[in-house]
């Protein structure tokens, strides 16, 4: 049975079309599917979705709004679309320990950095404020925390002379990538391992 993938936003979703692309190429042969796109917002990411007639939902975080009601919100949007996975790519917000409950460990997050080193939402920025010569990329396992959670998988990437957040972030994004569709590529095996066992 396909693998079925919600991933949640807040921009440009980059990291998500790329997904998508990877998902519909033939020659990857991963049985998995984006069956929605969503996000706190009304982020322009969420046109890759709608152009391959994806659904997509918003759940807004109202200003003075609790958290965990938000948070109730947002399952319900993503249960409509019984994802065996949720990937967060590029969602700025941290969600609340009930979203957190309700699907880990399938609650998966990208980050621009090589963890724990620079964990937050300026990961590039600290990396070159700092001086280092080489930041990373990781997929981590979303537990309560902001970017403490089990890592699923990392890989350095270099800073070198006359780099910008720019240029680093842009690298970093191509490793992202790669590190999340390899990830993807091993829950579908397992997921399809684990429907065989109990056919």
Known sequence: M???LVVLISGTGSNAADLLARLTDPDNAVDAAVVAMGS?????GLRFATERDIPTFVVPLERGAQREEWGER???????HSP????LSGFMRLLP???VAHYAPNLWNTHPAYLPEFPGAHAVADAMAAGVSETGASVIAVDEGVDTG?????RRVSIVPGDTEESVHKRIKVVERELL???VREFCDQHHAKESSHA
């Open 181 to 183: 569709f390899q990830l």
């Open 74 to 80: 947002l399952i319900a949007a993503i249960d409509v």
């Open 150 to 154: 089990e890592i699923l998988a990392q």
């Open 97 to 99: 320990a009930n979203v």
């Open 40 to 44: 706190d917002l009304d982020a322009p």
């Open 84 to 87: 065996d996975l949720v990937i």
């Open 2 to 4: 396909t693998a079925r």
